[in-house]
């Protein structure tokens, strides 16, 4: 197994949390780790292991309203400026329903320069990384971008939720979070346990079994933002280090950096609760009753008899890589009968947006 060199290590988890590279020389100075991947009932007794789905008892039980904050993190090109308008867009609309928990809306926008949605959605704007820094893989901006915004910006809310401009809210969100627990929606190719020997390189064995490393990425995640404010910066430093790791780089590709944030959390002793009903991911994902946010990050392609045609181009398509340039059209063909219930609620819910989104062609 391979093992992280005791420099790492000490930048990595030991004592403060050090923001550092070749470059930038701030340092943001943080409390010592603590375990919060427990949570106890009023005998101290241990209510659920967070690693399995919390079980109905205690995801249940509310005490009291807990708002959360969203932030979305994007930066100024036309292919995320028209998702973010179509998010916040949805955002208003279920923020003030029954069951919602969300407070304020922040788009933390890693460009370093302010851009023409300044004053339609609230917005703080971060440096991105030094140029070079992110070898052509603009992902690695999230982390850096957390913690600038975590160290500049004060929020009322306690908890935040990390999200990202493919997202919709279909449902008013309440927050899953149970106490100091962070909740997160577990993905399929995240698999720790089948690439032990390179989490291993930034996981190493004396801080417990690889299986505490959660399959999540960042986003969607709520957390308390005690908590994040802790591991972005371990977060940023790993996907940093697994970057310059020709071996890593190779394995994880396009989701390194969620794996980053995965280990990063591990190594401070968090694990979240793993919420299935989080977020749906059309076309896989074939309803959106009692689910909370649509992720359309894959495209959908059908025939016009409603047939999945994925890997091909269907007759009736909607794939959100179609626009990278500028918005796609108002009004969007409504898919033939047969697809999904999933996906037409998707392009219904983008028609209903782009209709009442003022100069939408401006994106």
Known sequence: MGRASP???????????????NIVTMI??????????????????????????????VKN???????????????????????????????KKKKSM????MGGFTRILHSGNPDNLMDEIPTVVVDPLPPGLDRGYIVLNRPWAFVQWLNKTTIAEEYVLMAEP?????????????GGVPAAFPFFYIRPNENEKIVRKFYPEQYGPVTNVDPIGNSPVIIRKDMLAKIAPTWM???????????????????????????????????????K???????????????YIIHYTYGCDYNMKGELTY???????????????????????????????????LVKMVNEATANIPNWDTS
């Open 7 to 21: 420099l790492l290590l000490f930048f990595l988890v030991l004592g403060s949390s050090f923001a550092a590279y």
């Open 28 to 57: 943001f100075h943080y409390g010592s780790s603590e375990n919060l991947a427990v949570a106890d009932d009023v005998d101290g007794h241990l209510l659920f292991d967070p690693v399995i789905t919390m079980p109905a008892r």
């Open 61 to 91: 039980r509310k005490i009291s309203k807990s708002p959360f904050h969203v932030a979305l993190t994007a930066t100024d090109a036309p292919y995320n400026k028209w998702q973010c308008r179509i998010m916040y867009y949805w955002y």
């Open 98 to 101: 029954p069951g919602s928990e």
């Open 166 to 178: 493919d997202h919709i809210f279909v449902n008013p969100l309440p927050n899953l979070a149970y």
């Open 237 to 275: 430093n790993v996907s940093l280090k697994m970057k310059e790791d020709p071996e890593t780089d190779k394995a994880f590709g396009w989701v390194l950096e969620m794996y980053a944030y995965a280990i990063a959390s591990a190594l401070h002793g968090v694990q979240h609760i793993l919420r």
């Open 277 to 291: 009903d989080f977020m749906l991911q059309p076309p896989w994902d074939l309803e959106t009753h009692k689910k």
């Open 311 to 345: 890997g091909e181009f269907g007759e009736w398509r909607f794939d959100k890589r179609s626009h990278l340039d500028g918005p796609p059209p108002r009004n969007l063909t409504l898919p033939p009968p047969g697809v999904p219930e999933s996906v037409v609620t």
